[in-house]
């Protein structure tokens, strides 16, 4: 499994959640999630390996005895396809790449994406994208015109696959956390991951007091 994640650095992450919580806690936010995520993925440790790959070096996540990587200069569609056909290349029957922005993410959705013996698994997201990819196989054309960041990127890597003969699987939805509206739902989940409750409250937490 691969872990695709920004560095937490304030104003190039979480742009939109900026907008209404500031940069410093969007980054904040983004390095909870990130970090709880990682936590549940160590959790399937006999199942699969896990590496953590960033947009550029960071000691961010550093308590995680994880393997790290840096990702390859380009697109997404470039970073993602790399990623994929190298751990492949490495003899590993399937790779996983999974982004950081789901901290909720059910495990058995991550269990029914590895239990897939389709070419291409995806977890499709509420917004049209998806928060994880699993393939068996994969081919370089397989994300041809895909429009990154909008409402068809499920469907257009779908539809990108299958011209490539790679057979699909569509796993079980979930949401991304990018928008205030979605850390509104985020917020209102019974049972938050450690970091990312931390976080989410701390401002809600009263002021320590002073002593006389």
């Not at 919580?21 to 936010?29: D, K, N, P, S, T």
């Not at 997404?76 to 399937?94: E, I, N, V």
């Not at 990819?133 to 890597?157: H, S, Y």
Request: proline share 8%; net charge negative; with cysteine.
């Amino acid at each position: 499994m691969i872990l695709f994640a920004k560095a937490p650095v304030p104003g190039h992450v979480k742009t939109r959640l900026a907008g209404e919580v500031g940069a410093g806690r969007a980054a904040e936010l983004h390095r909870a999630f990130v970090a709880d995520t990682i936590a549940k993925l160590c959790e399937f440790k006999d199942y699969a390996d896990l590496e953590l790959h960033t947009d550029i070096p960071t000691d961010a996540w550093s308590e995680f005895d994880v393997a790290r990587d840096l990702q390859i200069a380009g697109n997404l569609q470039l970073k993602l396809f790399h990623a994929l056909r190298r751990a492949l290349d490495a003899g590993r029957p399937q790779a996983m790449i999974l982004g950081g922005d789901s901290p909720t993410l059910p495990h058995a959705h991550i269990r029914r994406l590895l239990a897939s013996p389709a070419d291409v698994a995806l977890g499709p997201c509420e917004d049209g994208g998806y928060y994880a990819i699993a393939c068996r196989r994969v081919d370089p054309r397989m994300f041809a015109g895909v429009e990154w960041a909008t409402p068809n990127v499920l469907e257009q890597t779908e539809r990108a696959a299958r011209a490539c003969g790679l057979s699909l699987e569509r796993g079980d939805l979930w949401y991304d956390v990018d928008s205030p509206e979605d850390l509104v739902s985020l917020a209102a989940e019974p049972n938050l991951p450690q970091n990312t409750a931390a976080v989410i409250f701390a401002r809600r937490l009263p002021a320590p007091k002073r002593p006389f």
